[in-house]
């Protein structure tokens, strides 16, 4: 089991930005991709994002350009940094940890680990 701990979320107006954090172990990012996804109220859950163990990035359509995803190794940690926020990204943030192929990095049912969450709210 992999240990994944989120933090960063909190209230921001349209527009802003916030930079969302999933703290694990070394072994953990080398061994793994980790992705983000969120889950709004009565939704599913999306994938958001992902870095895998090559350091290879891919996005949803509805974030790119917006959000970043990056890897600190000494830190080891994965950042989220969530720019030009609309209200339609508010929602419970997930990082997950996980080996899919890549044509799966966008089906929840391919990571085996997740954090506990971190409420993200864009007010209009």
């Known amino acids: 089991q992999v240990q994944l701990v989120e933090s960063g979320g909190g209230l921001v107006q349209a527009g802003g930005s916030l930079r969302l954090s999933c703290a694990t172990s070394e072994s953990s990012l080398r061994s793994y991709g980790i992705a983000w996804f969120r889950q709004a109220p009565g939704k599913e859950r999306e994938f958001v994002a992902t870095i895998r163990q090559t350091s290879t990035t891919h996005y949803s359509e509805s974030v790119k350009g917006r959000f970043t995803i990056s890897r600190d190794n000494v830190k080891n940690t994965v950042y989220l940094q969530m720019d030009t926020l609309k209200p339609e990204d508010t929602a419970v943030y997930y990082c997950?940890?996980?080996?899919?192929?890549?044509?799966?990095?966008?089906?929840?049912?391919?990571?085996?680990?997740w954090g506990q969450g971190t409420q993200v709210t864009v007010a209009s």
């Open positions: 997950a940890a996980g080996r899919p192929i890549l044509s799966s990095i966008r089906d929840p049912n391919m990571y085996g680990s």
